[in-house]
């Protein structure tokens, strides 16, 4: 089974940066799509971020030229760089994927466990 573990989050100030990563394991797999989500306290999960496996990035309004999303193939890893936070930004940030197991065939779309991200003074 593929797993996904994000690391990174934490409580910024605002204006500060913090660089998010998410991991990919397990065997014999590859990966389509990358991309990051977040949920904000009463609010619907939201795309922040995704990227294809040839590095082709798309990015939700609200973050474009703040957030970098960016990928390792090699490591099968996934990194959110997010500069000039604000406290509008907090939320759980989760890392998700989809992609095919190489013997089967048999595809996946899974979620990391997600990885707080609090801006505040």
């Known amino acids: 089974q593929v797993q996904l573990v994000e690391s990174g989050g934490g409580l910024v100030q605002p204006g500060g940066s913090l660089r998010l990563s998410c991991a990919a394991s397990?065997?014999?797999?590859?990966?389509?799509?990358m991309g990051w989500y977040r949920q904000a306290p009463g609010k619907q999960r939201e795309l922040v971020a995704s990227?294809?496996?040839?590095?082709?990035?798309k990015y939700a309004d609200s973050v474009k030229g703040r957030f970098t999303i960016v990928r390792d193939n090699a490591k099968n890893t996934v990194y959110l760089q997010m500069n000039s936070l604000k406290p509008a930004v907090t939320a759980v940030y989760y890392c998700?994927?989809?992609?095919?197991?190489?013997?089967?065939?048999?595809?996946?779309?899974?979620w990391g466990q997600g990885t707080l991200v609090t801006v505040s003074s």
């Open positions: 998700n994927a989809d992609g095919y197991y190489r013997l089967s065939l048999r595809s996946f779309y899974i």
């Open positions: 397990g065997s014999r797999f590859s990966i389509n799509d």
């Open positions: 990227i294809t496996s040839g590095s082709s990035a």
